[in-house]
T-cell receptor, first 109, second 114 residues
Framework: NAGVTQTPKFRVLKTGQSMTLLCAQD?????MYWYRQDPGMGLRLIHY???????AKGEVPDGYNVSRLKKQNFLLGLESAAPSQTSVYFC????????FGPGTRLTVT | ELKVEQNPLFLSMQEGKNYTIYCNYS?????LYWYRQDPGKSLESLFV?????AVKQEGRLMASLDTKARLSTLHITAAVHDLSATYFC??????????????FGKGTHLIIQP
């Protein structure tokens, strides 16, 4: 039982490049979330999903897209990366509490 | 819009001392969470508080929730160096549907010195 895993762990992008972050959970949870964490800040919700095939916007959705084609996977896409998207990204899934993945550290130069 | 405020944001204390971290939130919610984060690591769940008056304790940490006052506290008793970390409180966001995610405080960076 791996819990919540994220791929990749680290990535450096140039401005304008695109990439997809993968989150996978093996706990059969319906709810999944993407957050970003910037220095001196708590986590902020980007997008979330309440089930396979559904997604919704969180507090800071601009510049990101998501997809939930399979229940166990939640993808976060950056179509044209910007330096403001340099951050640590956490995925989570939940029952009554949230279980967080290890994070992806993304730098956009 | 739900706002969550923690104070203090930075705390340096000596081993053996007691202290309390406060978490205020702006709208009605009956679910509050405390997390610990070590540098470069993910979030570790400490407490889940699900109702008014809930009190939970684990080792030297005790958390409580007062939903009427919209206040939670995390109390540290006889602090030890291993408790040095950043502590976050978070509150569930509801929009009439299910659980729409968490709103986090900015975190309390705790340093415990020998």
């Amino acid at each position: 039982n791996a819990g919540v895993t994220q791929t990749p762990k680290f990535r450096v992008l140039k401005t304008g490049q695109s990439m997809t972050l993968l989150c996978a959970q093996d706990m059969n949870h319906e709810y999944m979330y993407w957050y970003r964490q910037d220095p001196g800040m708590g986590l902020r919700l980007i997008h979330y999903s309440v089930g396979e095939g559904t997604t919704a916007k969180g507090e800071v959705p601009d510049g990101y897209n998501v997809s939930r084609l399979k229940k166990q996977n939640f993808l976060l896409g950056l179509e044209s990366a910007a330096p403001s998207q340099t951050s640590v990204y956490f995925c989570a899934s939940r029952t009554y509490e949230q279980y967080f993945g290890p994070g992806t550290r993304l730098t956009v130069t | 819009e739900l706002k969550v405020e923690q104070n203090p944001l930075f705390l340096s204390m000596q081993e053996g001392k007691n202290y309390t971290i406060y978490c205020n939130y702006s709208t009605t919610s009956d679910r509050l969470y405390w997390y610990r984060q070590d540098p470069g690591k993910s979030l570790e769940s400490l407490f889940v508080l699900l109702s008014n008056g809930a009190v939970k304790q684990e080792g030297r940490l005790m958390a409580s929730l007062d939903t009427k006052a919209r206040l939670s506290t995390l109390h540290i008793t006889a602090a030890v160096h291993d408790l040095s970390a950043t502590y976050f409180c978070a509150v569930d966001i509801y929009s009439g549907g299910g659980a729409d995610g968490l709103t986090f405080g900015k975190g309390t960076h705790l340093i415990i010195q020998p």
